[in-house]
């Protein structure tokens, strides 16, 4: 039995390492990115990657030494601390132990995020952008977790198949023959 279990936790473990390595080459390139040039063709597929999941408002956007992010602060905040959960959440799974589900006060670090966006929204207060990146970490956290969550369920469920079985179109649709 030891022997079965331990490819599934290589596996999980290569899951978890792989996407926290990811993530934090996304967050990286996000911070670094704003000292490539402007003529580079790979500064560009960045820029214009993440121009598909952030609306990159320059008033919106924190500014680094080496130049504007490529996205706004909020979404900066949500992928840093999505990051920061998955490195962490590697190192529990690939210790032998695995990922656990949030429990449902993982909500309340959805809070924040919701707050600031509320006084935004319907206040017209604005929040500073690393108030607004600061805000942003919790809620960016729990989806890390939620993403681990399921890849290492995913990791466990490609090691033991489908936890049902397969019918025959016949049962399905009602019409068993009687056998023997």
Known sequence: MTHRRRPTAVRAGLWAVLTAIGAAAFVAGLVVSPAASDSSAAA???DHACS???H???QRTLTTPLGPMAVCARCFGLYLGGALSLIA???TVTGGGGVRAPSRWWLLALLPT???AWLHLFLGV???NRLRALVSLPAGAVLGWLLAYALDDLARMSRSGPSFKRRSSRARTGTLEESG
Do not use: N, S
Request: hydrophobic share 55%; net charge negative; with cysteine.
């Open 44 to 46: 560009f597929l960045f």
């Open 52 to 54: 598909l999941i952030c």
């Open 126 to 128: 604005g929040t500073g």
């Open 114 to 116: 919701g707050v600031d």
């Open 89 to 91: 959440l590697a190192v």
């Open 56 to 58: 990159q408002l320059p």
